[in-house]
């Protein structure tokens, strides 16, 4: 039971499926054939598979054992079976097999050749501190708990000002509010930076002192805004360093994303 459990957690795991690149299977087919005549227990997969898969477990943390050899013999030795199974019910030559099979291994080279470009071109400290200081600069240095409440029109917006002035609750009238993500609090949107918003909404909060609502609807691409600040802050903002892997993850992505676009362009894509 162990070992089909073992075999299906590996067939689930496109990273174990996509193991064996084109030059391990051409050279599975003579060993794969000689197994044929071997005695019942020899292993039947090329050494290769196993040396592979041997590197990939002990690169993730497993310890390289005897129990771990024997574990993944008994995975080899099992899927090779499954594997001649397969093909004697002619499963590799249904429609779509051979589609799959490519784009699997499609797989393994666009993922190695980013992996490799990534490697090639890596984002300098002196560019993520740059991105880092342009991020901050937008941020600004004061965070605002805010409460909106967003309707279709100007003149429900006028309305809903008319009554904040005659001293009705502000939570009462977000009832009215048709953003469902925050009407039920209230409208509360809780703490944010300006540059979480759009401008015409953050230039009217910053604009705010604490404790007052604006008196003129705002308008954005979402409908009218009513916008009351509950409270300021000096922005909690986190240094270099605990945001570092993040940034440096964002920064590669990017870089990548520009080589994709340039090769579409030189390709007419």
Avoid: C
């Avoid at 073992?6 to 087919?29: D, M, N, S, Y």
């Avoid at 980013?114 to 002196?126: E, I, L, Q, R």
């Avoid at 000096?234 to 676009?261: G, T």
């Amino acid at each position: 039971m162990q070992t089909v459990l073992r075999l299906l957690a590996a067939l689930a795991a496109t990273a174990v499926l996509i193991a064996a690149p084109a030059a391990l299977a051409q050279e599975a087919k003579p060993k794969a054939a000689a197994a044929k005549s071997e005695a019942k227990g020899k292993d039947i997969f090329p050494q290769a598979y196993f040396d592979f898969m041997l590197k990939q477990r002990t690169a993730q943390g497993q310890p390289d054992s005897p129990e771990l050899r024997a574990s993944i013999r008994d995975e080899l030795n099992t899927r090779e079976l499954v594997v001649r199974e397969a093909k004697k019910q002619g499963i590799d030559k249904s429609p779509g097999m051979k589609a799959e099979m490519d784009l699997t291994a499609q797989t393994v080279l666009v993922r190695t050749f980013v992996a490799d470009y990534v490697k090639a071109h890596p984002v300098s400290d002196a560019a993520m501190h740059a991105e880092y200081d342009k991020i901050k600069s937008q941020m600004g240095d004061k965070e605002y708990k805010v409460r909106h409440i967003l309707v279709e029109n100007e003149a429900d917006a006028k309305e809903i000002i008319a009554a904040l002035q005659k001293g009705e609750k502000f939570e009462k009238l977000a009832e009215r509010s048709k953003d469902t993500g925050s009407k039920a609090n209230g409208g509360d949107l809780d703490w944010n930076a300006p540059s979480n918003f759009v401008k015409p909404f953050s230039d009217a909060m910053v604009a705010l002192p604490k404790g007052k609502f604006t008196t003129v609807p705002v308008q954005t691409q979402f409908g009218w805004h009513v916008i009351e600040v509950d409270d300021i802050r000096d922005a909690k903002i986190p240094s270099f360093d605990e945001v570092k892997p993040q940034l440096a993850q964002r920064m590669q992505a990017q870089v990548v994303d520009s080589y994709l676009k340039d090769l579409r362009a030189k390709n007419g894509y």
